[in-house]
């Protein structure tokens, strides 16, 4: 049993946990980590290739506007790199392929129209919804009494129209857009710069990848806490008796006068606390389930389809695979193409044998690239909602209802209980650069309840 | 620690899991069910008023054409009693209130017509989803895709029918319409015999009470299965190893060839289970939340009400009560009415502190009876969000995008591990009588695979 007495207890080390736990060190706090899997990163992880080269089976991409990562990149020594974007795109649209240069693929004019009015009625929306509590925007009710696909289908007029929205809800949420409150999706669409933003390669969300990994920026950040991470200790119950928190996992017991619980919400929902938490608090980690994406990278000798004037980078309505992206290692080596399976496809193939799965995955490479992209030399998948210390990425959203009715509960502290998280985040939310901003922002309340 | 070695473990001593146990110990099994609180029957829970008498603060009502739940009353010896019907019901409207006898308000007679074509869209669309595979249903996506909010825009002209749906909503799932799915809503209607049966006191689900309690139901039935019940041991986890499954609770180790999950969705996700449960699994257990209810009564002297020729029934758009019933125990002696703060109500009203709320509800008791009910004898209330073993009521229910893609999991086992409770009834999901036949549903499966 590995016990300790520190003035905050940091659950989970993603980069929430650490954010907070170097936040709370930096102002001179004693803190200790307590990490249920043997590794730091939570939803960052890397995989070693056969061939050589490292790649990202978690999150991997920032954006230039990112200010808090960037930060953290630089301060942590590590070298960004510009994610492949040159050469053609591939579009296909119900078994149609066609290639086209820059951000649009080459459509019918009416069905550019229908989105970009779509895209601006979004936009514009979205600019209405305030960050720090979006159950405040104008036409909150309406806006969370009804589903994002309901949405699609009143502002975008065309089918094509309609798909592409689809498409980019399964894209950012990696999840189904009749899954998700129209509010939330707003939210998220402000929360990250809105639209082109959160789509877009150049000056976007996927503009840049780590040297070696995204992975990296937490295994740096870790090691500038040194010894004060105890993996391997899935936590079980927080309790709370006067001034202190007892927070106990497997295997480890450790005391504070705080605890930041850095874990997505549906799994802080399952710890056990003592006191319990308040019902409002509980139904809301009932009310934010996680998306569902399985990440899956093929990997060749080389990146052929560069030599056919290729970027790597595909769109299709049709799928399973409905986003490709180039992503070779900055090493170089080999080739990678990397496929998304998001929303009903990861979960109809999630239940599919793994030979099924590479091959529903690669004939969709082979769709996009040709014969060449039938045999790659290895291939890589993680699905998320099989990871017990995660069970869904990219984030959580929410559905219908759920942010007016309990939205404040998602940051509200319990006590001594604080909430970090990037489903916390007010900015970048869902993303890397969200999570360190949750967790400076929950240390900077654990500081200021310390001063009461 | 309590050990034991049986044919099946059973998880949860509500009716569910007391009714796979039954089933099971008839069919010459060996069973232990293995409890978290100190007592049976789950939601169903008893008062003692200290006035003398009984009341329910969870569930209370039988209907008619419930055939499951009615032949345990039978069998176990118990008595039902008529929901108290007789005499005017009141009808609050923005602030107008009025009295009016039978089922419907006097309202204006457009809005009835309203009501009226709404009313039989629903039913008649209800009619169109198939019990067993709701998702197979003809329009299963469009229905999915919508909030039962965005359905009663559209189904209901008038501002005071679609005040009367949503009135609907809240009282029947505790939860706003903006949360539901309108598949499940449709499910659901479905499922309790439609529209009708499922607001009705004469002929509905409302139309008995049971002498002395709902609860001894669960009572009587546990007597049944005298000491194979553990009390006071909440299920942490449960490890399938070869053909043994092993459940570990608080001072409980429990091994048997089966294993029967008779919990809430959101409960049964927060086990820990050794095999992981698929991510399908556990992703629908995100996405399955409890309703929210506060169960409030008022105890006065007499039933003072009935003198005025008033039913004690009550219904109005206002709130924070909105539907009240005359809850007197059939022993008579005092008088009880009984309101529900349901959906945001709850929420906002269950963080509020116990005399705010008590004053809320009893001015909503003044305003349908008048003065009289301003100084009750006692104030009863529970909230079930706050239950550690239950987080909310009256039962689980499926936002958008659930039904269609994650719904066969509900009942799917996983291995030795099976799922019952009242939210994976395909009759009266969500009721006493759903409760008992998916808890005979799961033991069925149980005796079917060891015959295999």
């Known amino acids: 049993m590995r016990t300790s007495q520190t003035d905050v207890v940091v659950v989970g080390a993603g980069l929430a946990g650490l954010a907070a736990a170097r936040a709370l060190t930096a102002a001179g706090r004693s803190v200790v980590v307590v990490e249920a899997r043997d590794r730091v990163g939570g939803r960052l992880m890397g995989h070693e290739l056969g061939a050589g080269g490292t790649v990202e089976v978690g999150g991997q991409w920032v954006g230039p506007r990112q200010v808090r990562v960037n930060a953290w990149i630089d301060e942590l020594g590590l070298e960004r790199v510009e994610t492949h974007?040159?050469?053609d795109n591939r579009f296909e649209h119900r078994g149609r392929l066609s290639r086209y240069r820059g951000p649009i693929p080459k459509v019918n004019p009416l069905v550019l129209a229908d989105v970009a009015q779509a895209q601006a009625w979004l936009d514009r929306m979205a600019a209405r919804v305030p960050l720090d509590a979006p159950w405040r925007a104008p036409k909150a009710d309406a806006w969370d009494g009804q589903t994002f696909e309901t949405a699609i289908r009143r502002i975008a007029r065309t089918t094509a129209g309609r798909e592409f929205f689809r498409l980019m809800a399964q894209a950012v949420f990696a999840a189904e857009p009749r899954e998700l409150s129209?509010?939330?999706?707003l939210f998220y669409l402000r929360s990250g710069g809105g639209f082109e933003q959160l789509v877009s390669v150049a000056g976007g969300a996927q503009q840049h990848r780590i040297v070696g990994g995204a992975h990296r920026i937490a295994e740096r950040a870790a090691e500038t806490l040194g010894d004060r991470i105890l993996l391997g200790a899935p936590v079980r119950r927080i309790d709370?008796?006067?001034?202190?928190?007892?927070?106990?996992?497997d295997g480890v017991e450790a005391r504070a006068g705080h605890v930041i619980v850095a874990l997505p919400p549906t799994l802080a929902g399952r710890i056990i606390y003592d006191p319990l938490l308040p019902g409002r608090r509980d139904q809301l980690t009932q009310r934010m389930p996680q998306g569902s994406v399985i990440k899956c990278m093929a990997v060749y000798d080389e990146p052929f389809w560069r030599r056919d004037g290729l970027s790597g980078q595909a769109t299709g309505t049709t799928g399973p695979v409905k986003v490709v992206f180039d992503n070779t290692p900055s090493t170089g080596g080999v080739g990678v193409l990397l496929g998304f399976l998001e929303g009903d496809h990861a979960r109809t193939l999630g239940a599919a044998s793994p030979d099924e799965r590479r091959r529903a995955v690669v004939d969709c490479f082979v769709r996009f690239?040709?014969?060449?992209?039938?045999?790659?030399?290895?291939?890589?998948?993680?699905s998320w909602a099989e990871e017990e210390f995660t069970r869904g990425c990219y984030s959580a959203f929410m559905p219908p209802g759920v942010m007016t009715s309990l939205g404040p509960e998602l940051r509200r502290p319990c006590g001594r209980i604080h909430w970090a998280g990037t489903e916390t985040a007010e900015v970048y939310c869902g993303y890397m650069d969200g999570a360190i901003s949750s967790g400076e922002r929950a240390a900077a309340e654990v500081l200021a309840a310390r001063t009461d």
């Open 85 to 87: 974007d040159e050469g």
């Open 182 to 185: 129209l509010l939330h999706a």
């Open 240 to 249: 709370t008796d006067g001034n202190t928190v007892t927070v106990r996992g």
């Open 369 to 382: 690239f040709g014969p060449r992209a039938a045999d790659p030399l290895e291939f890589v998948e993680r």
